[in-house]
């Protein structure tokens, strides 16, 4: 029932009252008249309230007639209007437990009564959503409502048009809207705070981002077309960025929130990770990792972020001292332990990878990990586990009595040292997970309390005695461990459990680690963590199934006797996930994390020139690693690296697609290993990498095939001994140029750069006498080779990362002075521009970095006055005579977010896009671009060949990171 008091006029204006009931006059409306002699003449105002939970409400019409409601339902003011009259209800005064707004509230009275009015109560809250181009505002209750933002969160909002990028959307009703880049004049790519206002109400800060939409992964090699710009690279899906955390909705979709954007750096400002998260009880998160600095705040190791995901600028607990890394975070009561390696705790000495601090940051004194003989002593905890008012710690040390090594308990309170649990660990201990029989314990360890146990031990929880009944089999090291109800799971760098070829996790019987055939859980590559959360297994790594089921990256599991990928739960996610953590909203997750939510498009996609996006009509479906691409005249667009498949059909490392609509062609060499290098070689392609067989033929390393079927054009092995890294075919002498890791071609000298002839790629005898690994080469056309890479001699001469030769070995003119490496170069013949990418600051003494842009002239080089600020590696550059397009591992441009590459104006280096787009026709060459393979390294070794791993997925672990 509706009891409705009303300060002006009878209770019941148009009814009566019957044993304290309204009786209405069949409908609320229906009480009032338009003609007619008998009763009142007007139209009445009314609607429903809803969600009113306890206190009254009360409402106001026209500033005179107030109505105060204690329940949802139909109202009605007893005030008659005329035809024509303007109506305006308000609230007048707020219930004191929740907040109302009004929707339709106001308009003018047209020959009939007014009954639509809506009052919605419930909390006074404003939710924001990352999407593409906008922000997606979600507010309760729904009513009309003003919303204020700016990138500034400490913005005056009652003066918000002065904030930093301020701005308001004012009488915005319904519950949902969005502000978009286009017509609000948002800034792309920038955190926005907003407040939603309403009845002298406000809603809590609440952050968000219009994202620009690119490739989620690190770009290796990019060709222009007429319409397109053609990238492949280490990508998956085409979205939104993300930095070290990304949050997931609980409905188990893998729906991405894309919270705030997390700028995190590493001390020399490289991108860093975060390593550990534990969720707070206000629903923030305390994070650790290998950074120094959040958002340009400085955070060394350690830092907390406030429940809607923004940085908490008041909490500033450190660590410092050696090699400093957290591992492990957990919360107990009002604890957060930190565990890793470190030296320092705000600012204070003496901690050696342990640590407990309350939730404000400040240490806790009262846990000091101490044992009789004196203080615990922890080199490096890897992992720490809580169980029974005890707290189980893993790593690298030894306590001081030197009776354990590796594991110990603590007590949970003090921190003191439970001598009863007696473990001795012969080698690191990397895992440990207690259940409510036996404490798990994986690592790379061969013998545990001086009995023999290989990489997974069950001990006892009275003791540490081992258990005798648990013996697993295994050949690699355990790197974690998860417990469910049935199984105990485990991942780690193993390719045999209980004789069975198994990598990736597995699952192993509680009682005695025998390996569950049934449940298949390997996956093609690296499996980081398995947790076990709300009935099901997740897991997170590098890799692209579980159990043959897509799975790229991470994956849940729900658990049962014949486990399978939940196809639903799909959060794609580019980058190395470290872990999960479950959060207010659902799942998030966590580590080298570049991406997540977008679509999925596999590693070679097509941008419009215009503005970048994605064309979604031309769809490679390319899984694995591209490292580079061709693309020719007649519409051919060749790719290589670690390819499995395109658009479903088995492709071994190389794959060939119709350059205007993506249609897989039937070129297939079969390569047993990754394909890193492509060109044309007088009707030909040839190609370089690291494999050993070309459909089924030994070729090491090079290899002559058929443009249209990929069939060999030549039987002769070239023999090169070491990966080859790019090729470039010059005409005039038929020969294929060769650069790479090598030191030997058909059992010859020549050392990383090297001539082949054409038309069968054995070595023409050419040495271009240079001393370190050459990542890029090309010809200009005439008899002149370029070459950039590593070394630091060329032709006898002291020449430093790149130089330019004759056939007769000789170096032509004075290279470039660069100050690092060089990944990549692209010469436009029509003009002369020379690119230059790498890991270099410095170009003939100004500022370059990155990329130099050269005027290149029978072999002298003048250096042009335009240069592009980037945050991140350039990996590879392409150009044609309308735009320049660098890319690689780049995440800013002159100051703004970026995703991995960008379109540059040829003649002053501005962006294309995001911005105004440019031109669009092509530049006419034969060869639109050549193939440049990114298998490249910084100058950091001392090595004359190390050795090339860049494609094992432990390095591809790293490039995150």
Not at 621 to 633: I, K, M, S, W
Request: net charge negative; proline share 3%; glycine share 14%.
């Amino acid at each position: 029932m509706i009891n409705i008091q009303t300060k002006k006029g009878s209770t019941a204006a148009n009814g009566f009252l019957l044993s304290g009931v309204l009786v209405a006059c069949g409908g609320i409306a229906a009480c009032s008249s338009s003609s007619g002699d008998s009763g009142p003449q007007g139209f009445t105002v009314g609607g429903e309230l809803s969600g009113l939970a306890g206190d009254s409400v009360e409402l106001t019409l026209n500033g005179e007639e107030t109505l105060s409601l204690d329940a949802d339902g139909a109202f009605e003011f007893d005030t008659l209007l005329a035809d024509g009259d303007s109506y305006e209800v308000t609230i007048s005064e707020q219930p004191g437990d929740s907040a109302c707004l009004v929707d339709n509230e106001s308009g003018e009275i047209s020959d009939e009564a007014i009954d639509d009015v809506l009052v919605q109560c419930g909390d006074f809250s404003l939710a924001a959503l990352n999407e593409e181009g906008q922000i997606a505002l979600q507010w309760s209750p729904a009513g009309t409502v003003d919303i204020l933002y700016s990138s500034d969160r400490a913005c005056d909002w009652s003066n918000v048009q002065q904030c930093a990028d301020g701005g308001a959307s004012y009488g915005v009703s319904g519950g949902s809207a969005v502000i978009d880049a286009e017509n609000d004049g948002l800034r792309l790519d920038t955190t926005y705070h907003l407040v939603m206002q309403a009845n002298g109400m406000q809603s809590d800060v609440t952050t968000a981002t219009a994202l620009t939409y690119h490739l989620t992964g690190y770009v290796l090699d990019t060709v222009l077309t007429d319409q397109h710009l053609i990238a492949g690279g280490y990508f998956q899906y085409y979205g939104g960025l993300h930095q070290g955390i990304a949050h997931f909705r609980d409905d188990l979709s893998g729906t991405p929130l894309t919270g705030p954007f997390l700028d995190v750096r590493n001390e020399d400002g490289v991108v860093a990770q975060i390593t550990a998260v534990a969720k707070d009880p206000d629903g923030g998160f305390y994070i650790g990792g290998n950074f120094a600095s959040i958002n340009g705040e400085p955070r060394a190791h350690l830092a907390r972020l406030n429940a809607d995901g923004t940085l908490d600028e008041q909490w500033t607990a450190s660590l410092d001292g050696g090699i400093t890394r957290v591992n492990e975070m957990l919360i107990d009561d009002n604890r957060l332990y930190v565990a890793g390696r470190f030296e320092e705790v705000n600012g204070n000495t003496g901690f050696t990878g342990l640590v407990a601090l309350d939730f404000d940051g400040n240490i806790d004194g009262g846990f000091s990990p101490e044992a009789p003989a004196g203080t615990l002593f922890f080199a490096q905890v890897n992992a720490i586990a809580i169980h029974d008012e005890r707290l189980y710690v893993a790593g690298r040390f030894d306590t001081p009595d030197a009776s354990n090594s590796n594991v110990a308990a603590l007590d949970l309170s003090t921190g003191s040292y439970v001598e009863d649990f007696d473990v001795d660990v012969n080698d690191t201990a990397l895992a440990i997970l207690p259940s409510s029989e036996s404490v798990y314990i994986g690592g790379s360890f061969s013998s545990v309390n001086g009995e023999s146990r290989n990489y997974l031990v069950a001990v006892s929880h009275d003791d540490g005695a081992v258990d005798p009944g648990f013996t697993p089999n295994l050949n690699g090291t355990v790197t974690d461990i998860a417990v469910g109800p049935e199984r105990l799971y485990i991942t780690g760098h193993y390719d045999e459990v209980s004789g069975s070829s198994w990598e990736g996790v597995a699952a192993l019987s509680l009682d005695t680690g025998g390996l569950d055939i049934n449940r298949d859980l390997r996956v093609d590559g690296i499996a980081v963590t398995v947790e076990v959360r709300d009935d099901a297994l997740y897991v997170a790594g590098l890799f692209r199934s579980i159990g043959g089921e897509r799975a790229i990256n991470v994956g849940r599991l729900p658990l049962g006797s014949d486990m399978a990928v939940d196809p639903d739960w799909a959060p794609h996610v580019d980058g190395i996930p470290l872990g999960f953590v479950e959060s207010d909203y659902g799942m998030a997750v966590y580590g080298g994390i570049w991406g997540a939510g977008g679509e999925y498009i596999g590693s070679v996609a097509a941008l419009s020139r215009q503005d970048g996006k994605l064309d979604a009509n031309w769809n490679a479906g390319v899984d694995g690693l591209a490292t580079a691409v061709l693309h020719l005249e007649g519409g051919q667009l060749y790719a290589g690296g670690l390819i499995e498949a395109a658009q479903g059909e088995s492709r071994s490392n190389a794959a060939a697609f119709d350059a205007t609509d993506g249609t897989l062609l039937e070129w297939n060499p079969e390569a047993n290993s990754a394909v890193q290098a492509i060109t044309t070689a007088n009707g030909n392609i040839a190609i370089g990498g690291d494999f050993t067989e070309i459909n089924g033929e030994p070729l090491t390393r090079l290899a002559l095939v058929d443009p249209v079927t990929g069939a060999l054009s030549s039987m002769t092995d070239p023999q090169v001994n070491d990966t080859v890294l790019d090729l470039a075919y010059y005409s005039g002498d038929d020969v294929v140029f060769v650069g790479g890791w090598f030191d030997e071609i058909g059992g010859g000298a020549p050392a990383h750069l090297a001539a082949t002839f054409a038309s069968d790629l054995n070595s023409t005898g050419w040495d271009g006498g240079v001393d370190r690994s050459v990542n890029a080469v090309l010809n200009d056309g005439n008899s002149y080779v370029m070459a950039g890479g590593r070394f630091t001699e060329s032709g006898g001469q002291n020449q430093a990362y790149i130089t330019v030769l004759t056939p007769g070995s000789n170096v032509v003119g004075t290279p470039p002075d660069l100050d690092g490496t060089v990944t990549d170069l692209h010469l436009l013949d029509s003009t002369d521009q020379l690119l230059v990418s790498g890991y270099f600051s410095e170009a003939n003494g100004s500022a370059r970095d990155g990329l130099a842009v050269f005027n290149f002239d029978n072999g002298d080089f003048t250096l042009k006055p335009v240069s592009v600020d980037f945050e991140g590696d350039v990996l590879a550059v392409t150009q044609d005579e309308n735009a320049v397009v660098a890319a690689g591992a780049i995440i800013g441009v002159n100051g703004n977010r970026h995703g991995y590459l960008v379109m540059l104006h040829p003649g002053t280096l501005q962006p294309i896009w995001p911005g105004e787009p440019g031109p669009t026709s092509g530049s006419g060459l034969n060869v639109l671009s050549g193939s440049a393979a990114k298998s490249v390294e910084a100058d950091t070794s001392d090595s004359d060949n190390p050795v090339d791993d860049r494609f094992s997925t432990e390095k591809l672990m790293n490039l995150a990171f």
